[in-house]
């Protein structure tokens, strides 16, 4: 084998272990990201639990929610529908050391009656649809990344 081709197979290997440990690698902005779908799939669900278990307790938002109102919004908005579709088509996510800033786009919508919104959102003239930009903060705990506060 010529030194130009073991040069060129030892680089290949690198990049491949390099990309390889960098899918594995799971970085705060992973993490970050995971708490917020965890949240989508939350209220999905209508999984009021789920959905408290990743917001602080000491939650205060400028919309006027602190955590038991946010819970008890989220409550009023599960008992009322029979589903839930919720998106987040556009997210990004800065890191900070002990905390993070969410700058994303999401689309929520509630149906009653086993209604059901068609997978491209088509079909919502009549159910009440809610979509808007929102600015999510969060900081790590012991036990994670917890969603702290929230701006339009």
């Known amino acids: 084998m010529s030194r130009t081709r073991a040069i060129l197979l030892l680089a290949a290997a690198m990049l ?4 390889a440990a960098s899918s594995l690698i799971v970085t705060d902005t992973k993490r970050v990201r995971r708490v917020m779908e965890k949240g989508r799939r939350a209220i999905v669900r209508r999984d009021l639990n789920g959905l408290m278990s990743i917001i602080d307790p000491t939650y205060e938002d400028d919309f006027g929610f602190n955590h038991e109102r946010l819970r008890s919004w989220f409550q009023v908005q599960f008992r009322t ?10 997210m990004s996510v800065n890191v900070n050391r002990q905390e993070a800033v969410c700058s994303l786009a999401f689309w929520f919508a509630g149906f009653r009656s086993g209604g059901r919104a068609a997978p491209d959102g088509e079909g919502l003239d009549d159910f009440p649809v809610y979509q808007d930009r929102l600015v999510v903060h969060l900081n790590r705990f012991p036990e ?7 701006e339009p």
């Open 16 to 19: 491949a272990a390099y990309v």
């Open 144 to 150: 994670g990344w917890l969603i702290t506060g929230a």
């Open 81 to 90: 529908y029979d589903s839930v579709v919720c998106r987040i088509p556009l």
